[in-house]
């Protein structure tokens, strides 16, 4: 069975930084190519960085410069370091594989605010 556990979140100032973690139960999460999402209020869920089993990295423009994803494979979790935050970063954060699987962990809040 599928878990996945989101967590540090938390309230930041603008500028701030926090790290995300996500400890992934997923017999194949080594060979899986892994992604953070956010969804904000009112607004669909986005994935903003995904890595691939080798350790190559992608980010969403909006993210680009500021957030990095890593893994460790032996501990099945994934990262993200989000540094130099804005207000507009404000959402729920989820892992997940990329494509997405049907199943989503409670997620993390990470609330940017002055």
Do not use: H
Request: glycine share 10%; with cysteine.
């Amino acid at each position: 069975q599928v878990q996945l556990v989101e967590s540090g979140g938390g309230l930041v100032q603008p500028g701030g930084s926090l790290r995300l973690s996500c400890a992934a139960s997923l017999s194949l999460f080594r060979i899986s190519v892994m992604g953070w999402y956010r969804q904000a209020p009112g607004k669909q869920r986005e994935l903003v960085a995904g890595i691939t089993s080798a350790g190559t990295t992608n980010y969403a423009d909006s993210v680009k410069g500021r957030f990095t994803i890593s893994r460790d494979n032996a501990k099945n979790t994934v990262y993200l370091q989000m540094n130099s935050l804005k207000p507009e970063d404000t959402a729920v954060y989820y892992c997940n594989t990329i494509p997405y699987l049907d199943y989503w962990g409670q997620g993390t809040q990470v609330t940017v605010s002055s």
